[in-house]
């Protein structure tokens, strides 16, 4: 019995030993991270950027780049109220009974169609969320190099070699 109870006790000396010291050769031997910062520190929140573009209307629409792309927003919406499926201060102006009035392009049709292509008589509720698609532009550098050229870009850039 005196054996066993040697035999426990020197286990746990060795355990409670490996315990401590395990964590401080953990720490040494820990890699470097790429990013230069402690991983487990909190990131910087980068500086806020202004949105491009004023009161709706003043603007100039941006190009798009692809095929199917959603249009970018060209004016603030800072100052727009929440969108929510009882209301969307988006449709005062772009809505297909206002558009023309507003002198602003009209919503997409594929905003009146549900899940299964059907044509619906209004906006579908799947499309309520008009900045989940459709973004404001920002003037802020790229986060990195893109030497992206869309098939809209290339496909204007051939017709007009083809005139020539």
Known sequence: MKTTLKTKI?????AA???LSAPLALAQDAPKPMRGADVSAAD???????YLGGKPGGQEK?????????PVIPHAVEN??????EENQCLTCHSADAYKKKKAPKIGDSHFRDRDGKLLPTTSSLR????????????????VENDFK???????????KKKN
Do not use: M
């Open 150 to 160: 869309g098939d809209l870009a290339e496909g204007k850039a051939s017709k007009g």
């Open 80 to 85: 727009f109220d929440e969108i929510t499926l």
């Open 62 to 70: 941006i190009a798009r780049t692809y095929r199917d792309q959603p």
């Open 128 to 143: 309520h969320n008009c900045t989940q698609c459709h973004v404001p532009q920002v003037d802020a550098p790229p986060l």
């Open 17 to 19: 030993c490996w315990a």
């Open 44 to 50: 910087q929140a980068p500086d806020a950027k202004k």
């Open 10 to 14: 020197a286990i746990l000396a060795t």
